[in-house]
């Protein structure tokens, strides 16, 4: 259950050196986190942290849940600080409530892998070679890496048809084959669209995506709420966080953003839920406040689509976007935005009997 090695039926290309993720590195390449030689202290650190984390999951995970009922608020600050990356995998199951449903459902991955069909497999099948391209377990056409992507979404769509497959999706279940199997994989996409833990996030990928558009009201006004100077110029500048925060909640921020970066969203993101998604999202804003402010239109898209290297440091940025506090405002949100699109779909109702009459 511990993390999947890249180098396992992989070949890792000759021409490109490979970062400490699996991604094939270029020139421009931001950096993968640091990567300068630990000194003998910083190993011991390093180890000392580690034991802690064994300690604390105990065999297969026996501990978690005792320790995280005695000790919630020593999990969540250790959380908080990153992962060790080689317990990654067998942590994120634990602290999503995927190992729960694999324990709970033997067999039915394989079911629905073998035996069933799914009206999406073409959609999937096109887009599993833009997933992740740069990295080398998913480079291979048809490899390891492209089969697993595929039967893990593949078993989604038809495990949820409503839902079925949407683009995005892939950027789930691809980080996730890097750290576990294709069936605990597979349980933990359930976990986070059905909402083992936290709130369901398959309302992210429903026709017309409706979360989405929650997620990016509520953000919206959070944003002018704390920073009213920068809501004002994208007032000004008609910029609305549909143009570019969407792929910020549908992905995680697994998408574009640095790996070792969005490591630490996810770490987080699993145990606490979708509110750090609008944490680091504000965080990033309030760093950039100050250059975002001056921009015109056409530099203002490319600066939020494009923070710079700075920005994107884990031990800069998460502590930043601890400090917004955001669940009751979040709340109250959600209420406002339910509230008025039940009047907007009650104004609907009555045109279309309207025109019925």
């Given at each position: 259950m511990e993390k999947k090695r890249v180098?396992?039926?992989?070949?890792?290309?000759?021409?490109?050196?490979?970062?400490?993720?699996?991604?094939?590195?270029?020139?421009?390449?931001?950096?993968?986190?640091?990567?300068?030689?630990?000194?003998?202290?910083?190993?011991?650190?390093?180890?000392?942290?580690?034991?802690?984390?064994?300690?604390?999951?105990?065999?297969?995970?026996?501990?978690?849940?005792?320790?995280?009922?005695?000790?919630?608020?020593?999990?969540?600050?250790?959380?908080?600080?990153?992962?060790?990356?080689?317990?990654?995998?067998?942590?994120?199951?634990?602290?999503?409530?995927?190992?729960?449903?694999?324990?709970?459902?033997?067999?039915?991955?394989?079911?629905?892998?073998?035996?069933?069909?799914?009206?999406?497999?073409?959609?999937?099948?096109?887009?599993?070679?833009?997933?992740?391209?740069?990295?080398?377990?998913?480079?291979?056409?048809?490899?390891?890496?492209?089969?697993?992507?595929?039967?893990?979404?593949?078993?989604?769509?038809?495990?949820?048809?409503?839902?079925?497959?949407?683009?995005?999706?892939?950027?789930?279940?691809?980080?996730?084959?890097?750290?576990?199997?294709?069936?605990?994989?597979?349980?933990?996409?359930?976990?986070?669209?059905?909402?083992?833990?936290?709130?369901?996030?398959?309302?992210?990928?429903?026709?017309?995506?409706?979360?989405?558009?929650?997620?990016?009201?509520?953000?919206?006004?959070?944003?002018?709420?704390?920073?009213?100077?920068?809501?004002?110029?994208?007032?000004?500048?008609?910029?609305?966080?549909?143009?570019?925060?969407?792929?910020?909640?549908?992905?995680?921020?697994?998408?574009?953003?640095?790996?070792?970066l969005a490591l630490r969203i996810w770490?987080?993101?699993?145990?606490?839920?979708?509110?750090?998604?609008?944490?680091?999202?504000?965080?990033?804003?309030?760093?950039?406040?100050?250059?975002?402010?001056?921009?015109?239109?056409?530099?203002?898209?490319?600066?939020?689509?494009?923070?710079?290297?700075?920005?994107?440091?884990?031990?800069?940025?998460?502590?930043?976007?601890?400090?917004?506090?955001?669940?009751?405002?979040?709340?109250?949100?959600?209420?406002?935005?339910?509230?008025?699109?039940?009047?907007?779909?009650?104004?609907?109702?009555?045109?279309?009997?309207?025109?019925?009459?």
């Open positions: 180098d396992e039926s992989v070949q890792v290309p000759a021409s490109g050196r490979v970062d400490r993720f699996g991604f094939v590195k270029q020139e421009h390449n931001s950096p993968d986190g640091p990567s300068r030689n630990k000194s003998a202290l910083e190993y011991q650190r390093e180890q000392k942290r580690l034991r802690k984390w064994r300690k604390m999951i105990g065999v297969g995970g026996s501990d978690w849940k005792h320790y995280v009922r005695r000790r919630g608020h020593v999990v969540k600050r250790r959380i908080r600080k990153g992962i060790p990356d080689c317990l990654r995998g067998l942590v994120w199951q634990l602290i999503s409530g995927s190992r729960d449903l694999l324990l709970m459902n033997p067999g039915v991955y394989e079911q629905l892998v073998i035996y069933e069909t799914s009206a999406s497999e073409l959609d999937i099948i096109r887009d599993i070679s833009r997933t992740f391209p740069s990295h080398v377990f998913y480079q291979q056409r048809h490899g390891p890496g492209q089969r697993s992507l595929y039967n893990v979404l593949k078993a989604y769509s038809v495990y949820d048809r409503e839902v079925g497959y949407v683009q995005g999706m892939g950027y789930l279940a691809g980080l996730l084959l890097l750290y576990m199997s294709e069936e605990d994989a597979f349980w933990l996409v359930v976990a986070l669209l059905k909402g083992a833990v936290h709130a369901p996030m398959e309302g992210l990928y429903l026709e017309g995506l409706p979360l989405v558009q929650q997620y990016l009201f509520q953000f919206d006004r959070l944003m002018r709420e704390y920073m009213p100077k920068l809501g004002e110029h994208f007032t000004e500048e008609m910029i609305n966080p549909s143009m570019y925060g969407s792929q910020w909640f549908i992905t995680v921020f697994s998408y574009s953003f640095p790996f070792h770490d987080v993101f699993l145990y606490e839920g979708v509110k750090i998604v609008f944490k680091v999202g504000l965080a990033l804003l309030k760093y950039c406040h100050d250059d975002l402010v001056k921009l015109p239109f056409e530099k203002l898209i490319h600066a939020l689509r494009n923070f710079p290297d700075d920005a994107m440091n884990p031990d800069t940025l998460l502590p930043m976007a601890y400090s917004f506090k955001v669940s009751k405002r979040l709340e109250e949100l959600k209420q406002e935005y339910e509230k008025i699109h039940g009047k907007v779909a009650e104004s609907k109702s009555k045109q279309k009997q309207l025109q019925l009459a």
